[in-house]
């Protein structure tokens, strides 16, 4: 089974735009132009992430213990998201390092967005 594709709510999709430019431009990922009340990420035909108001009309929220992971090709991306989403007005939850921090592999980074989302960047070695 592969991912199709994710999608992140926002209560102003355009006001969101700039803080997933920063932290997904910081990894590579590239924005398609807004379609419908929709913004997307990622490479053209594989897996991406769509931001979006939630189609129930309700306030988008955070949901406990649901966080998404981003693969990051190497350490300086992982230091360059989380940047991007601290400078973008998201809030840390744990920054660049090794996980388990005596590990040598799994290197990662953990922030929210402004609503509150959970992300994590990484990068593996």
Do not use: S
């Not at 053209?44 to 189609?55: D, E, F, Q, R, T």
């Not at 939850?93 to 290197?107: L, N, Q, S, T, V």
Request: hydrophobic share 40%.
């Amino acid at each position: 089974m592969t991912i199709g594709y994710v999608t992140i709510g926002a209560h102003d999709v355009e006001a969101a735009l700039p803080f997933f430019d920063q932290v997904f431009g910081a990894i590579g990922y590239e924005r398609g132009e807004p379609e419908g009340g929709w913004a997307f990420y990622g490479p053209k035909g594989a897996p991406c992430v769509g931001i979006c108001k939630p189609h129930d009309g309700a306030a988008p929220r955070a949901g406990n213990g649901i966080m998404i992971a981003f693969k990051a090709t190497d350490q300086e991306q992982v230091r360059a998201a989380h940047a991007a989403a601290l400078a973008a007005g998201g809030k840390d939850e744990g920054g660049p390092g090794f996980r388990p921090p005596e590990g040598a592999e799994f290197y990662g980074a953990y922030f929210r967005d402004p609503v509150g989302n959970k992300y994590c960047v990484y990068a593996t070695t």
